[in-house]
């Protein structure tokens, strides 16, 4: 149980595109998702915390109008990441929280975003 | 907000040795301290996690320490295995749903 996927695992585009990325809970009902990005040899930074039906918290220095997350259901958030340039070529991993009442998050697998 | 530090950044042991990892904490409100162990390109995987209530948790060749007073928390894997060498990261949490946020990480290597 409590599995958390991501799609896709891996995406170039051309810088000026647009991305996005879903993170879905398979079998249970994710009342939270938060979305890290993470850059080579360094850790997982925060980006968001979103709620079911709710607009997402952002953390400082994050552009919530270059990464739009929408959580529309209880299984399914997704990050888009607009004009997307180079600098934000990265590795995006999202978790979830809700299970039973849990703190613990569970981690998707990670998407790979190359921009040229 | 939560600051967490780690260290060491990279460490090295013989194989069949102990490993510790260290952590401190800011926000004096969390109360939730998982540890994952990453490999290259991979999702974080949770590997032992201990809560403000006790101070030591232990499954198998790993344990948690806790010292709520002090604001940190530690990491020990004994009789060291190759498959051990990862990227170590410790978090912190208030709990329930609120955030995790991670320390630097520490790069686990096991000497054959």
């Known amino acids: 149980g409590a599995v958390v996927s991501q799609h896709p695992s891996w995406v170039i585009c051309k810088s000026g595109t647009s991305v996005k990325i879903e993170c879905r809970s398979l079998?249970?009902?994710?009342?939270?998702m938060f979305w890290y990005r993470q850059f080579p040899k360094q850790s997982l930074m925060l980006m968001a915390t979103?709620?079911?039906?709710?607009?997402?918290?952002?953390e400082q220095g994050v552009e919530k109008d270059k990464f739009l997350i929408n959580h529309a259901s209880l299984t399914l958030s997704t990050l888009t990441v607009t004009s997307a340039h180079p600098e934000d070529s990265s590795f995006y991993i999202c978790?979830?929280?809700?299970?039973?009442?849990?703190?613990?998050?569970?981690f998707g697998p990670g998407t790979r975003l190359t921009v040229l | 907000g939560e600051n967490v530090e780690q260290h060491p950044s990279t460490l090295s042991v013989q194989e069949g040795d102990s490993a510790v990892i260290k952590c401190t904490y800011s926000?004096?409100?969390?109360?939730?301290f998982p540890w994952y162990k990453q490999e290259l390109g991979k999702r974080p995987q949770l590997i032992i996690d201990?809560?403000?209530?006790?101070g030591e948790k232990k499954d198998q060749r790993i344990a948690v320490t806790l010292n709520k007073t002090a604001k940190h928390f530690s990491l020990h894997i004994t009789e060291t295995q190759p498959e051990d060498s990862a990227v170590y990261f410790c978090?912190?949490?208030?709990?329930?749903?609120?955030?995790?946020?991670f320390g630097t990480g520490t790069r686990l290597t096991i000497i054959p």
């Open positions: 079998d249970f009902q994710a009342t939270t």
């Open positions: 978090a912190a949490s208030r709990g329930g749903n609120e955030k995790l946020t």
């Open positions: 979103s709620n079911e039906g709710s607009k997402a918290t952002y």
């Open positions: 201990i809560r403000s209530n006790v």
């Open positions: 978790s979830a929280t809700g299970l039973a009442g849990g703190t613990e998050q569970f």
């Open positions: 926000d004096s409100a969390s109360n939730y």
